[in-house]
């Protein structure tokens, strides 16, 4: 069968050319030979020059995700066997891998896939067709090259549950790949020890990209008494308690993450001093406020309040919101960690939504740090889609 060929439009592609990975529907002149949708196909600039290799699927605005961008690298066996190796040794080099995000989609030059590792378990999530028929390669070189450093994966969980799926043409799936098991895992990570529910939990079962921020956190809550809002399953008070905190108070709206949070306090001994309820932060704040009660550190780590360009006004007034009473339930001089998940919520405007509310509620920021996700979600700087997380710690004081 002849090589599917996608060329583009003259005067576009800027996003490719500038070493990104996507091609959008509205940038295709025309599409020649025959495919089916998830193929590997070749793509071409408006002039035949040659582009790359990426596997395409005209049901999606990304119609094209590009995977290789030498002819002399096609996609097969060999490829992916590389990017997994290359992504392995990238995670071994920079950080604790006992868990981790073992790929991270276009970052890994995996496009439109996420594996990550929680002790002996692998956790995948697919979000392309391209890749979701590539998976079950991607998933045996993963098991290949763990065994040569001698991990041994007990079993794999597939959360392909979100609804992006739905826009490629692919139903929702969640379930075990391969044998079933307890998927119930115990992992640890800053010396705090977690049980992590790969079926239940949201995303893939736990965020592992704040491990270095609830670390740099813990550093300030020795003997203090700290508020933890959108806690999910505890893991920055859990990191506050370890630390030595005082008292530690931990919010969420899910049962089932307050359930497991509590769990995870038991298992680390911490539960005489870390404590969590099941409540709505935006209802909670205003009523804590009341009280009068006052924290030497608030920590606020709320969901992405947008997932499109187009809800960001509502977003922005959420953030506003409730850094604004986060602001106001600190002590003069104790500290405030906020941070925003949401790549539309780019850094620019996450800064002056924060700026606003210290203005509406009378308080001044001395910025302590400026983090963002952990170096096994690395940023690829010509994919913006992997830059997501802004995370802030500022001391915060009244108006003198």
Not at 22 to 48: H, L, P, R
Not at 305 to 320: D, E, H, L, P
């Amino acid at each position: 069968m002849q090589e599917a060929v996608v060329t583009l439009k003259k005067g576009e592609g800027r996003t490719l050319k500038a070493g990104g990975m996507w091609v959008y529907d509205n940038e295709i002149a025309s599409v020649t030979g025959e495919f089916e949708e998830g193929d590997i196909v070749a793509v071409q600039d408006f002039d035949g020059y040659f582009m790359g290799y990426g596997f395409i699927n005209t049901r999606s605005k990304i119609t094209v995700r590009l995977m290789s961008r030498r002819r002399e690298h096609p996609v097969n066996e060999s490829l992916i066997r590389s990017r997994v190796e290359d992504a392995w040794n990238y995670r071994k080099a920079v950080t604790d891998t006992g868990c981790c995000r073992l790929i991270f989609g276009e970052a890994d030059f995996l496009p439109g896939i996420v594996i990550d590792k929680f002790s002996d378990v692998l956790v995948v999530e697919s979000l392309a067709l391209g890749i979701d028929r590539l998976k079950p390669l991607i998933l045996e070189a993963v098991k290949d090259v763990l065994a040569r450093d001698g991990i041994a994966i007990r079993g794999i969980y597939e959360r392909s549950d979100s609804k992006i799926r739905l826009k490629e043409g692919m139903e929702r799936f969640k379930g075990f790949i391969g044998e079933p098991f307890d998927p119930k895992v115990e992992i640890e990570e800053n010396g705090v020890r977690y049980l992590v529910n790969v079926a239940d939990g949201q995303k893939t079962g736990f965020f592992l990209d704040q491990k270095y921020n609830r670390a740099a956190v813990a550093r300030l809550c020795p003997g203090k008494k700290v508020l933890d809002c959108f806690t999910h399953t505890g893991s920055f008070a859990l990191n506050a308690g370890k630390a030595g905190a005082a008292s530690v108070l931990g919010v969420d709206a899910s049962d089932l993450g307050i359930e497991q949070a509590r769990e995870n306090a038991v298992l680390n001994h911490l539960e005489d001093r870390v404590q969590f309820q099941c409540a709505d932060v935006f209802d909670l704040l205003p009523r804590l406020e009341e009280r009068g009660e006052q924290y030497d550190v608030v920590i606020l780590d709320p969901p992405a309040f947008t997932k499109s360009r187009s809800s960001i006004k509502n977003a922005v007034k959420g953030y506003r919101e409730i850094n604004l009473r986060g602001m106001r339930l600190v002590k003069d001089g104790g500290f405030l960690a906020t941070c925003s998940c949401s790549h539309f919520m780019d850094p620019e405007l996450f800064a002056r939504t924060i700026r606003e509310a210290a203005h509406g509620a009378h308080r001044r920021l001395r910025q302590v740090e400026f983090r963002t996700q952990a170096c096994d979600h690395p940023i690829l700087w010509a994919a913006d889609e992997s830059y997501y997380l802004k995370f802030y710690i500022f001391q915060v004081c009244e108006e003198k």
